[in-house]
Each structure stands twice: as C-alpha cells, then as structure tokens.
C-alpha cells in the first residue's frame, strides 16, 4: 500500500481510468455534501497564496492495463467526492466553452477524456451501471439525461453558484487546491479489509462483492456488460444473499478448508494462478446452477433427486454443500448416474440421522467433508461405495447406541430439533404402510403426553419422571397441520387417532393406558424399524450391547476434558448441571422449562433435593437409570454432544 497527498490535476492527468465497482453504492451526495464543498471551494477562492484544503481520501487498486495503454484503477473508496470533482469539471469545461475560451477544450482533452482512446476507455471516470449514463451523457454533452438523477442535480447546483467566477481562477483551485490522501493498494492487499476499516458504518461489502469486481478487472472492458448480463447476474438474481456462502462452497469443493473471511482471496489466488478469469467464472456459473438445486431443491427436475435434496437439507449440514457440488458436476457431465447419486444421498442421510439421534458432536465436521469427495474417490472407483467406505470410520453410531438413543433421547423440544424429528416421524410414516408418501411440510408433531399434565393425565402417570419421557421417540407422533389435540385426555385423542389417515396413529387402537412402559414399547417398534430404515452401512462387526455404565459406582465425571471425582449417582447430576450454570447460563433455564419436575427453587417441592450454585435445587432421590438417562438428554440442551462427556466407574 502507497499512500501520497496530492491534488486532483495530479491524480487523473494522464492515460487513467478510475472504475467504481459494481459493489459500490451509486452517487449519493445531496445538497449538504454539495454545500460543504461548495464552501471549500469560495475559502480558497477567495483566499490570497497557495494555500491548499484536504477533502479526503481516494483508495485506488491498478487493474490490468488495456490495450489501448490505458491504466485502469478500481475506485476502492472515495468515488463521491471524486464523482463531484469530475461533475464539477464537467461544468468548468462547459462554461469556459460557452464564453468561447480553450480552457474548456484544455479541461475535456486533459482531465475528462483520454483524447485519443475510443469506446469506454475514452472516459476517465466510470461510475457504477446506475450512474453510468447520465454521467457520460454530461461528458459528451447529450441531451438525453434525467433530471431527476443525482448526478445531473450535482451539475444543476453547482452551476448556479459557479458560473460568475473567473473560470481559470476557479479551475486552479478545482484541479491544484483541492488536496486528498491518494492510496494505491498493492496486488498482495485485501481491499475488503480496507473497505470495511474506511466504511465501518457505511454499506457492508461482502465477499462476492470484491469477487465479481476482481473478475471484472481482468476483462476487457467493451465485453463487461455482455458478461456481466448473462453470467454474473443470473447468479446473483437466483442466489440472492447465499451468494457469498456459495463462493466459499464452490473454493471448498476443490477439498480446502475456506474461512468465510478469506474467500476473495483464496479466489484471486486460484485465478491468478490459473490466469484465465473468463473460464473460472464460466465455472462459477455452472456450480452456481448446482448451489441453487441444493438450496431450493423444488428448482431440481428429477423426483428422486429432488426429493433426496429436500431430505439432506432438513438435516442443515451445509458445510455438506461443497460435497454435493461435486456430486452434481458429476451427475450433470454424465459421469455419475441417477441411481448412484441417489445412493449416495441416502448414505448420507443414513449418516447424520444417526449421529443426530446419538448426539454425536459436529465440531469436526468441517474438516471431515472437505475431504470427502477426494477421499471417496481414493477409496474406491465407486464413489457411492468411497463414501461410504470413508463416513464409517468418521464417528458413525454403530446398531447398539443408535438404537438406545432412539428409545431414550430427547429428540424433541429443541427447536434446532424439529426439522429432523419431523423427517425421521414421516419417513417412520411412510416405511409402515401409508400409501400416499407425505412430506415433513405437511404434518405437525405431537406429544402423546403433554406438557402440562390435567387431572385426568395424571391418572395415567404415576411419579414424577414424566419430563425424561416427553420428548422421547415413543411419545410422539404426527397429526395433521390443522388439527391441535394439545393436551386432550389420551380416550380424546385415541379417538382422534382411531379416524386418522396416518399409519403411526393406527398404534393406539389396542392401548388403554398412556405411561412409561406404553412409551417404551412404542420407542422399541418404532426403533426397530428405523434400524431397517437407515441400516448399518460399516463393514466391520458389530457390538451386540455396550457396557452398562448405569449399575456401577460412579467414580468421576469428565466434562470438556474437565475430570470431577463423584461418589455417588447423585453427585454426577449435581456436578453437570452446576457446569451449565458456570458456562451456559442460558442452557440452564431452558432446562427449567423442560425439566420443571427435577428442579426448583423450593427445596419443599421435592423429595430430596440437592443445592446448586445459583440457589436452585435439583431432585436427586432417583434411580441412577434416570439420573443417566437425564444427564444425556440435559447435555443436549447445553449444547454438548456425547463425546463431551463420560462417565467413569469402578
């Protein structure tokens, strides 16, 4: 970065070019900025010497020069005053021409124009497509301008307090007198650094900003609008504000990890290494077909793909999307068919439906994906058999645990937590027997036992551990969007269930009694069939149980790497919900509205309770199955997974 004061005779004599990015802002000054300069410009007007009056800043970065010798500069900041000076030239030019002196020829052929460059390079400033018209219409002395347009209002205002100067005088102070910071940025800056830091209150520039702007700088002027309609603007209609997000997926598709606020220049330097910016955006628009299918699956023609799209996206596993990028190149260049894209689809979702069900933390996931298509490649010729090959060793749930979860997991509850409960409840659907497939968009979930329990509920349970069950899989069902049975005694809703069009609600026909062990049984058929559903993909054997944590003597808890010795049940409970206290203060209130059963502030509510750091109680007179299985259901809440804590025993 250089950075020099000058005056504007300086900054624009000469062959140069001063382009405003399409990211810009059209012009916006007003008659206060107007007056402001207006202002500076009679002080030293008026003013005897050579005194000089700095106005600013003007941050510029040399692009490519054309053929014509011209030196273009990306106006990075600084194109209002600019844009002003140029107008107000403009204005000198004409009005000097009028009284018939050659300083107007002097200021058009010097200042104004390249004199002997022809198309777009003959002008030395282009504003943005907005303003572009009406600027040049000033510069050629057309007719055809809008009054109504800033710039032309620009030219109006000033030449009702200019045009009785003495126009050499005045051009002196316009183009000598004026003085600003002129900073030219190097190829190795980042001028979206510069921007922002120059603009921190101003309009945020994003990413694909600086990118469409960098591609811009590389082609030939007289092609940008012809480029710029047909490749850059349809993505920009159809992406909309995804478009940055997709840049960053399109670099990482190529198997890089992209920091959101590297992605212009993880593209420059791909691009400059390349060195043919016109193919990598033609390549930008073909991915940018495949982002829109991923992000609006209802834009992909084939059924089963769009239908396999619409599931994946339930899961918001975006860091998936430079994956499936590639999957659609493959698919579209004929080298990877319907039904081995639809494989993998499924293997995907098989994938992260269990690690959702077994809260498997996705921390690591960003640096797992990236990899994945390469890595699936390498594995096998297949890619369908790759990925899976490659996800089995990258924390899959075996049978066992995937299976436990489903039974006694909260998957409810957690609004994070509905897209994917409702896609496992329709998909659970329609494996039974509906013969109309519905979508997760056409049904609402429902808990059998409610939230709040009535007296004619409370028949049905007996205890207190009702919480631990209410958002567990056997509790839950689907109803239609219309229909809230809320918290109907069970007789109100089994009648519901009995007329209902869906095949889960058949269930209820032969069950008398709403409580734990009714919620069990049901877990266990409905986990089983999910077992067939989203069946083990691994190669190597399975463990038919895992070891049973819950009838040993708890020696310690370990929370992140944190170990805390316990000696009883009740002490692991006491010491994880003491650590969301410490750490997730907001977790633990949400744990009050789902668990109002198990804490309190009046230690008389409960059997037994225990004092926590904030003055709360928990209940702690419970089995050690109970305390286990709400630890598990608690962490989830708290925003941990399940390899973020462990118990160890004796």
């Not at 382009?19 to 007003?30: G, N």
């Not at 609004?415 to 109309?436: A, H, Q, R």
């Not at 038919?544 to 000696?567: A, C, F, Q």
Request: hydrophobic share 35%; proline share 3%; glycine share 4%.
């Amino acid at each position: 970065m250089k950075a020099s004061e000058t005056n504007f005779q300086s900054l624009i004599e000469g062959a140069k070019q001063y382009i405003v990015p399409l990211f810009q802002r059209p012009y916006s000054w007003q008659k206060k900025e107007w007056q402001d300069l207006l202002n500076d410009i009679n002080d030293l007007y008026e003013s005897e010497g050579i005194n000089t009056h700095f106005i600013g800043s003007i941050v510029t970065m040399p692009t490519l020069s054309r053929p014509e010798n011209i030196t273009p500069y990306l106006l990075i900041d600084g194109q209002q005053r600019l844009t002003t000076i140029f107008i107000l030239l403009i204005l000198l030019r004409d009005l000097a021409k009028s009284d018939g002196k050659r300083l107007g020829d002097k200021i058009h052929d010097t200042l104004i124009t390249n004199q002997y460059v022809d198309n777009l390079e003959h002008f030395k400033l282009l504003p943005t497509q907005q303003d572009r018209a009406d600027f040049l219409g000033l510069v050629t002395d057309s007719k055809d301008v809008s009054h109504s347009s800033s710039i032309v209002e620009c030219y109006m205002f000033f030449k009702q307090h200019i045009r009785k100067l003495d126009y050499e005088r005045l051009n002196q102070v316009i183009a000598n007198r004026l003085a600003v910071v002129s900073i030219v940025l190097e190829s190795d800056d980042n001028p979206y650094i510069v921007f922002e830091s120059l603009n921190a209150k101003g309009r945020s520039l994003t990413q694909a900003d600086l990118i469409r702007n960098y591609f811009f700088m590389k082609i030939d002027l007289n092609q940008q609008e012809v480029i710029y309609t047909d490749y850059w603007l349809p993505m920009q209609t159809a992406l909309k504000e995804n478009l940055t997000e997709f840049m960053r997926h399109y670099l990482a598709s190529d198997g890089v990890i992209v920091k959101k606020d590297e992605v212009y220049l993880v593209l420059k330097q791909k691009v400059d290494k390349h060195k043919d910016a016109f193919a990598e955006l033609n390549r930008i628009k073909q991915f940018s077909d495949y982002y829109e299918k991923i992000i609006n699956p209802e834009k992909e023609g084939d059924l089963g793909i769009r239908n396999g799209i619409t599931r994946i996206k339930c899961l918001k596993i975006t860091v998936l999307y430079p994956f499936l990028l590639n999957c659609y190149h493959g698919y579209t260049e004929e080298n990877l068919s319907v039904d081995k894209f639809l494989d993998i689809l499924a293997t995907l979702e098989n994938y992260f439906i269990r690690r959702f069900v077994c809260n498997v933390q996705t921390r690591g996931l960003n640096k797992v994906l990236p990899l994945l298509y390469h890595q699936a490649l390498k594995n096998s010729l297949d890619l369908a058999e790759g990925v899976r090959s490659y996800l089995q060793s990258q924390n899959y749930p075996k049978d066992h645990i995937f299976r436990e979860c489903l039974i006694s997991s909260a998957l409810y509850g957690n609004g994070d937590c509905v897209p994917v409960t409702k896609l496992i409840l329709t998909t659970l659907e329609n494996s039974i027997g509906n013969k109309e497939k519905i979508l997760a968009d056409d049904i609402s979930v429902e808990r059998i036992l409610p939230q709040m329990l009535s007296k004619e509920w409370e028949q049905h349970w007996d205890g207190e551990d009702y919480d631990l069950y209410l958002n567990t899989l056997g509790n839950l069902t689907i109803t239609s969007l219309s229909c809230d049975l809320s918290n109907e005694p069970f007789h109100i809703k089994k009648s519901y269930f009995k007329l209902s069009s869906f095949s889960l609600n058949s269930y209820f026909e032969f069950i008398d009694k709403w409580d734990k062990d009714a919620i069990e049984k049901r877990a266990e058929y409905l986990a089983d069939n999910a077992l067939k559903i989203w069946s083990y993909f691994g190669s190597y054997n399975q463990v038919e149980s895992s070891e049973n944590l819950r009838w040993k003597k708890p020696v310690s808890i370990t929370i992140l790497g944190d170990e805390y010795p316990v000696k009883h049940w009740y002490n692991v409970i006491v010491i994880l919900l003491d650590w969301i206290i410490d750490y997730e203060p907001d977790a633990f209130l949400e744990l009050i509205n789902h668990y109002p059963h198990f804490m309190s502030k009046n230690l008389l509510s409960l059997r037994q309770g225990k004092i926590l750091n904030n003055g709360y109680y928990i209940e702690t007179n419970l089995s050690a199955d109970i305390i286990y299985r709400l630890c598990n259901q608690m962490i989830q809440f708290a925003g941990l997974s399940s390899d973020d804590w462990k118990i160890d025993t004796d």
